[in-house]
């Protein structure tokens, strides 16, 4: 049996912006702020697994959570990385952060040239990660990472026949495991 366990990084302190109005360079700035800032520390029971192998986002809050709830050595991979989100168009003209991230997001899901990467290279770095994790010899696998990124992960790992509970925004600090025999 091969158990994976993914764990949502923890809380981030002062995740809204101060202002919530902004123009596209004051939007991109808070985002570059906000993969900076700290996280509320937790300590999870995590004690129901021996996990062989920790996984970890390569992005401080990430990180920070990793070395909070696993002891040993971890892996930290850009492949974990949350999907990146920048200003869609270049303005002067002030939209809530909550319109630039949707907008955002939409880009995303089309590829537009605005973001770092499109849906479909999302979705391609997620497979080459599950691939390279399927040839590892042990079966207690434990990922941390970020929640849009995990829904994605979690859909992958389910279309490779792993079972476990489903989510939509994962809960952070949470564990969400997914077994699947050898």
């Known amino acids: 049996m091969r158990t994976i366990g993914l764990v949502r990084h923890f809380k981030v302190i002062q995740a809204k912006p101060e202002k ?21 520390k937790d300590r999870p ?27 040993k050595d971890i892996i ?10 920048r200003s869609v168009f270049r303005t002067q003209l002030k939209l809530h952060y909550n319109i630039w991230t949707l907008l955002g997001r939409i880009a ?7 973001q770092k990467e499109g849906k479909q290279e999302t979705l ?3 497979r080459k990660f599950v691939e390279q994790l399927e040839i590892l010899d042990q ?5 941390v990472s970020h929640g849009g990124l995990m829904f994605y992960l979690r859909k992958e790992l389910v279309k490779r026949g792993y079972r476990g509970k489903s989510f939509l925004k994962a809960k952070n600090g949470m564990l969400y495991t997914y077994e699947r025999r050898l």
């Open 20 to 40: 919530s109005w902004m123009t596209s360079d004051e939007f991109d700035r808070w985002v570059i702020q906000y993969d900076q800032c700290e996280i509320q």
């Open 45 to 71: 029971d995590l004690s129901e697994y021996n996990w062989d192998v920790c996984f970890s986002s390569d992005l401080s809050r990430a990180m920070e959570t990793a070395k909070t709830i696993y002891l």
């Open 124 to 126: 391609k770095r997620i």
């Open 108 to 114: 995303w899901l089309v590829s537009h040239r605005s």
């Open 76 to 85: 930290h991979t850009e492949s974990l990385r949350e999907i990146a989100i």
């Open 139 to 143: 079966p207690n696998l434990l990922i």
